[in-house]
């Protein structure tokens, strides 16, 4: 059974930072594009930040540029996001997908796309 586990999110002060975990199980990781993706009460889910399958590529969105980082382990079958300097605009479930069609890499700012998806990690960034 192909699965996404997100994990790390938690509650922190603006400044603040935090790591999320995507462990994927039932497949190899080496074979997909991975994505991270943010839903706000109230606002259609975005991508925030992808890594293609070679692990040479990376994609973020305009907001989060400078403070968030995505790396993958493919021997452990994890992606991260490191997220720094976490601001209140920043509070929204997160979500990982993989995907191995080529479009989570493709639209990865533009509009979410993703074979499978996990459950979401809540981050909270308030005072």
């Known amino acids: 059974q192909l699965q996404v586990v997100e994990s790390g999110g938690g509650l922190v002060q603006p400044g603040g930072s935090l790591r999320l975990s995507c462990e994927v199980s039932?497949?190899?990781?080496?074979?997909?594009?991975i994505g991270w993706f943010r839903e706000a009460p109230g606002k259609m889910r975005e991508g925030v930040s992808c890594i293609n399958r070679d692990a040479q590529r990376t994609k973020y969105r305009d907001s989060v540029k400078g403070r968030l980082a995505i790396s993958r382990d493919d021997a452990n079958n994890t992606v991260y996001l490191q997220m720094n300097n976490l601001q209140p605009e920043d509070t929204a479930l997160y979500y990982c997908?993989?995907?191995?069609?080529?479009?989570?890499?493709?639209?990865?700012?533009?509009?979410?796309?993703?074979?499978?998806w996990g459950q979401g990690t809540q981050v909270t960034v308030s005072s």
């Open positions: 039932g497949f190899s990781l080496d074979n997909y594009d």
């Open positions: 997908a993989a995907d191995k069609t080529g479009m989570l890499w493709k639209l990865c700012v533009i509009t979410p796309r993703g074979q499978v």
